[in-house]
């Protein structure tokens, strides 16, 4: 519980002191922002500041900080190292200046932004694969939903239909009609179950494993015939939200277009990703306190539990929030499980086609230019969905690409950053290490990993290496050229 207390004052130092420092890099004005200068009433609208945050920190959250946080502490408290460092260094300063950036160009989308630093051939690039991730994001949060809401009742197809059904309605109405009303009540929920798991932390101040007398691997300790993943790089794949999350930088957009001032962008974009990092970082310990924890470990909450270390995450969410919480912990980890990954699909298919729009210049403002797009978008959905269903391990294939797809595009949203920061003069190591970082992490992932490559770990990691070093001399021999052309 030490390691865990000091992690929660890590990150409240780490907003009001760091965060501080990178607004200060940034430097936020009071210039007309996009909200104001091209409000049409469906997607650039002025909203209030704590809808706002509570929508921003929604759409960036989803179940990624509770499921991400539990299957990542199998490792053991390292993962407490990497949400905190990781929040504070990357994640929390990726979102802020992404949307920053966006608020400084218009409301422009992922692809415009990255387009614009590095390059006509990466924007085309990333296009389609941001557009690919996001459809591939709503699919995943149709049928994970679906099945949880078929063990209470009704067939999964149908609920699959019914979450479509609102998809579209939210995808396609204006911003502050459904999600400007129902996010912030699911925001608070999500929270509130958050805030309520920490009290109960604290009051029966849980024996749990600490940094410094369990410093390493402990999965691979616990199970060595089956838990094969080191923690580099297979942790920085499996915490994403609630470190550093490429998919945060297509969400930013939405609350781009709907921020009145950019003085408050450090307690929208960098704030909503602190308390991300807060909630991830509670749930880790929960999850340590499950895998690990002495006494009454998680697992005899399982009747004749056969998974064991392999119990899935939605499964250890219902278990603790239903014995620690009673009822209401019943009810929250419902909303926890089947309304935050709803919310977040809705929100990938809105930015999809924000994004196209964008592209293809077309004015959203009437309903069947809005149309043109969703349709193409939904079928693709509903494909992907139909093979996710027809092949028994389909989820968990779609699930892993997604979470490699969504790192790559932490390391673009990064560089392109880092290249903002060199042209303005400012201080660009705040995001140059972060990209060589993650860098490293997907290239040697993609090496390692069974679902890539699956080199032996003393080719792979020597080759993650090279391509950090290549990293390096492209970025010196670029930052040269850039100097010397200024």
């Known amino acids: 519980m030490i390691s865990f207390t000091l992690s929660l004052v890590a990150l409240f130092l780490g907003y009001m002191l760091y965060g501080r420092f990178v607004e200060r890099v940034f430097r936020p004005d009071d210039r007309v922002t996009p909200a104001v200068a091209k409000a049409d009433g469906i997607d650039y609208i002025v909203l209030p500041n704590w809808k706002i945050f509570m929508i921003q920190f929604l759409n960036i959250a989803g179940t990624g900080p509770i499921f991400g946080a539990i299957m990542g502490a199998k490792f053991g408290p390292v993962a407490y190292l990497w949400i905190v460092l990781g929040c504070i260094f990357g994640g929390a300063t990726h979102d802020y200046l992404s949307g920053m950036l966006s608020m400084r160009n218009g409301g422009a989308g992922l692809p ?53 059904c609102y998809y579209i309605i939210a995808t396609m109405l204006p911003i502050d009609k459904i999600i400007g009303k129902v996010y912030p009540l699911f925001a608070f929920s999500l929270l509130f179950m958050a805030a309520a798991l920490m009290v109960v932390l604290f009051i029966r101040w849980y024996e749990l494993p600490e940094l410094w007398s369990h410093f390493y691997n402990m999965g691979a300790e616990a199970q060595p015939e089956k838990w094969t993943d080191n923690i580099f790089p297979a942790l920085f794949i499996t915490i994403a939200c609630g470190a550093i999350s490429g998919f945060h930088a297509t969400q930013s957009p939405l609350m781009a277009r709907c921020v009145k001032s950019e003085r408050i962008g450090r307690p929208i974009f960098y704030g909503a990703m602190i308390t991300e990092g807060l909630v991830a970082l509670i749930w880790a ?143 660009f190591v705040i995001t140059l290490i972060p990209a060589l970082f993650m860098t490293t992490v997907c290239s040697t992932f993609l090496f390692v990993s069974k679902q890539a490559f699956g080199l032996p770990g003393e080719i792979g990691y020597p080759l993650g290496v090279i391509c950090l070093v290549i990293a390096c001399v492209w970025f010196a021999i670029w930052y040269k050229k850039e100097k010397s052309k200024q």
């Open 112 to 164: 415009q932004l990255i387009g614009k630093y590095l390059g006509k051939t990466t924007k085309n690039l990333m296009l389609v694969a941001t557009v690919v991730l996001l459809v591939m994001v709503g699919t995943v949060f149709v049928y994970s939903p679906a099945e949880i809401l078929h063990s209470i009742g009704g067939d999964t197809m149908m609920w699959v239909f019914l979450i479509f």
């Open 285 to 427: 310990s929960v999850a340590s306190w499950f895998f690990y924890g002495s006494p009454a470990p998680g697992y005899e909450l399982i009747a004749g539990a056969e998974k064991g270390f392999y119990t899935s995450a939605p499964a250890v969410v219902s278990l603790v929030c239903n014995d620690w919480l009673g009822v209401a912990g019943a009810i929250l980890a419902m909303l926890g499980v089947v309304a935050a990954p709803i919310t977040s699909g809705d929100t990938a298919f809105r930015s999809g086609r924000l994004i196209v729009a964008d592209w293809l210049k077309l004015d959203q403002r009437p309903i069947i230019k809005r149309l043109y797009i969703c349709i193409p978008m939904f079928i693709g959905s509903i494909l992907m969905l139909i093979w996710q269903i027809e092949n028994p391990d389909g989820f968990n294939t779609i699930w892993q690409y997604f979470g490699l797809s969504n790192q790559a595009l932490s390391v673009f949203t990064l560089w392109a950053i880092t290249v903002y920061l060199v042209r303005e003069h400012k201080p």
